[in-house]
């Protein structure tokens, strides 16, 4: 593996935007559940901003297509909420469409997802003036379930943001700990639905434009 800074991350979509200087330009993180993947769009976000100047880039997370829960309820799919037919992904695919054809200066509501209320938030964040929209999901490189494959297609690239089973095992049972869950039901959710998920998401892997791998706050490209 190769450490890569953050600011060569930056650089390299940055040559790439100078290339479409007509259009916002799309770059997805994908990985599995517990990965890094909002932590990194953020430091990203920050960096472009650092590097640019101005509103350069905003989060579009793809955590803002979830499903409501009553919707879940009612269909009996709430105990497997964050799997690939728990989404939105019509709608998803559809606002992506909308971040890379929609002029810059007219904006574009972006849904957002509330970890305290486990409910998406409308509108909550809008892209304006943006070059760069970082859309991060587990299913972004997804080609064999319904709608997801249009996903790709939207995307000027797509990075790959892997991490060791073990880990991501840790981050997940806490995550859900800390979001109210007793013991035995963050254990569970974790080996019958968001481990299955990241096998799911590991397939993908050699789909990604990029592999990176986090380590200690800093980012290594794999391969």
Not at 15 to 37: M, N
Not at 76 to 105: Q, S
Not at 178 to 184: I, L, Y
Request: glycine fraction near 8%; proline fraction near 6%; include cysteine.
């Amino acid at each position: 593996m190769t450490e890569i800074p953050l600011y060569r991350l930056v650089r390299r979509v940055l040559d790439r935007v100078a290339e479409h200087p007509e259009r916002r330009y799309l770059l997805g993180i994908a990985g599995p559940p517990g990965a890094g993947k909002s932590t990194l769009s953020v430091l990203l976000r920050d960096t472009f901003v650092t590097e640019v100047g101005g509103p350069a880039a905003e989060i579009a997370p793809m955590d803002g297509y979830h499903l409501s829960n009553a919707r879940l309820r009612a269909a009996g799919h709430l105990a497997r909420k964050g799997e690939p037919d728990t989404f939105d992904v019509a709608g998803f695919v559809e606002n992506l469409r909308r971040l890379r054809d929609t002029p810059r200066g007219t904006p574009v509501p972006w849904p957002t997802f509330d970890r305290a209320s486990d409910e998406p938030t409308p509108a909550g964040v809008v892209f304006v003036n943006q070059w760069v929209a970082i859309t991060e999901g587990n299913y972004l490189l997804l080609d064999d379930a319904d709608g997801w494959s249009a996903v790709r297609k939207q995307l000027d690239e797509c990075w790959y943001l892997d991490a060791d089973r073990d880990v991501l095992e840790q981050r997940l049972l806490e995550r859900h700990l800390r979001g109210g869950k007793s013991a035995e039901a963050a254990r569970s959710k974790v080996s019958d639905s968001d481990l299955r998920n990241a096998d799911l998401v590991h397939a993908t892997r050699d789909r990604a434009d990029l592999v990176l791998r986090e380590k200690d706050g800093r980012y290594f490209v794999v391969g």
